[in-house]
């Protein structure tokens, strides 16, 4: 894998603090991601990977520390806003809609980014996009349970519907939360495929949470890990996979 | 190459099945609506005034209900308020028309912008407590608003309520005869139930049911759950504001008691019993509490005894209500679909 052609960041993340009570679960983590490459987050269960979106992304909002998109402080602004200015995400758990049928979902998905509050009520129902919504549903071999509701789906089923959600409004970074987790090795190809035709054809910027290392150390063109709310290492996947302070933080001192 | 070509006519015969018997549910669904309407229209032809003095009351609280899906069924904010929107709006378009500051169609519509704004209000409560919590914010509100109607006598005439109310007119014709107030009532319940169909099948009723369905991924798609939140109580309630209206020239007078928590209980019952998140539910569900009750008059106090172990019984076994019920059957017995669990 090629490192990203530019060092421009378009997010850059300064000594984001969070605690939950007692529990330190970020303690100061600061890094970059680059315009048009794949960020990996990894690190051991516990060590403060999920909070750290949550806390980019608006869910939380972070005790200490800034967050600046293309140079402009977005720090702890509402997801909302977050998601209009081109970030879109998945969460580690599902999160689809569940009473709605696939085309339904991925339309809810989008619409805020393609028409406002006041206009939307006097839009078609499908908001001129079937095509688009059929040509996603496709490319996320879906098309066979089209009509179903996503409460219907199988759990790896609704992971693709969760996961072209996110995608579906076009967004310029992606935040994936261990988009591999639950996935048979079927899917997960069509993940990956998903994934890097974004990136490459695109430009889509992405940072990925993962446990399977086999993906992401494939796709990833950089790796940050995490240990204990603290930033352990960044580097390629090779230099992290011969890091021993990688290691022990996996399999404990 | 072989398989997938198979598996792909297998997804085709699987769709064009599906289609055929979409088809066929659609037009039962549509025959059994026309059969509906035509019946309501013609009842006056074989009903004497009590019975078109129910329906009145039927439709009425049909209105309320529908909006109360709306934010109960559709963006899951669950609200024990509906009967104070209704003694709002009552009172409001009332004390406008008897003091001859507005007509009654005005005052109708002052009625529901009203109730609109303050279920705004009360819609701020929503942004940050659910489930039972909000039960008690709405609920605690349904007690104010009654002690208000109660203590404010100059206004309200307090615990007595008000007297002689005179129904309105309309394009020059009376609305006294029960008859005509009937067919009044019916065209507002068909311009409510339309406008109501058109917002839940506009993208509004995707925002709602995302809101209802996972608040947290509706944000992360840029859905501001606070907006839908407000618009979902707003126009829950100016819903309850224009029934409110009806209700008072209906029955001719108002009190308090008439939008205690009672009714408000109520509105929740036959919401949920009606199918709670579905068009059809508070039609249903205002048909069971309202109309079954006099139909069956001869049942006497047994009726609510099996009215009572027939909610159990509907809520037990079928959640989504009665609708969940016919869906059910749908799902068994006609389109042979069965739920995927692979």
Redesign the interface.
Known sequence: MSVSNTNEPVLEVRNIVKAFGSVQANRGISFDVYKGEILGVIGPNGCGKSTLFNCI???LKPDSGTVKLYGQDVTGQ???KL??AGLG?T?QLL??????RVP?NL???????V?S?VS????S?D?GMKAQVGTVIESFRL???A??EAA???YGQQKLLDIA?GF??GPQIVFLDEPAGGVNLSMLASVKERILELNQNQGVTFAIIEHNMEFIFEIAHRILVLADGQVLMTGTADEVRRDPRVIEAYLGR | MIRETK?DQE?QA??IV?DANEKIWQRIKFGAIVLMVAALIIAPQFAGNYLIYVLSLWAIITISAQGLNLTMGFAGKVSLAQGAFMGIGAYTSVLLVKNGWANYWIAMLIAAVFCMMIGALIGFPALRVKGHYLAFVTLAFNELVILVLRNEEQWTGGPLGILNIERPSMFGYSLFQPVRFYYFCLLMLGIVTLAVWY?I???????F??L???P??????????T??TL?AFAIGSGLAGIAGAMLAPLVEFIDPSSFDLNKSLEFLLMVMVGGR?TMAGPFIGAFFAKVLPELLRFANEYYLIVFAVFVMVVILFFPTGIVGIGSYLKDRFFSGKE????
């Open positions: 992304l608006g869910q509402p997801p909302p998601s209009k995400r969460f999160q689809v809609f569940d009473s709605m339904d339309l809810t998905s989008v619409q805020a980014h028409a509050v939307s009520l006097f839009r129902p908001l098309g066979h349970v009509r179903q219907r789906l199988s959600m579906m409004a | 598996l997804i699987t769709r599906e917002m099948h506009s993208p509004w009723g995707r925002a049911k995302a209802r369905d996972n947290n991924r509706a944000e992360s798609v840029g859905l501001s759950t907006t839908y618009l998140g739920k995927e669990s692979g």
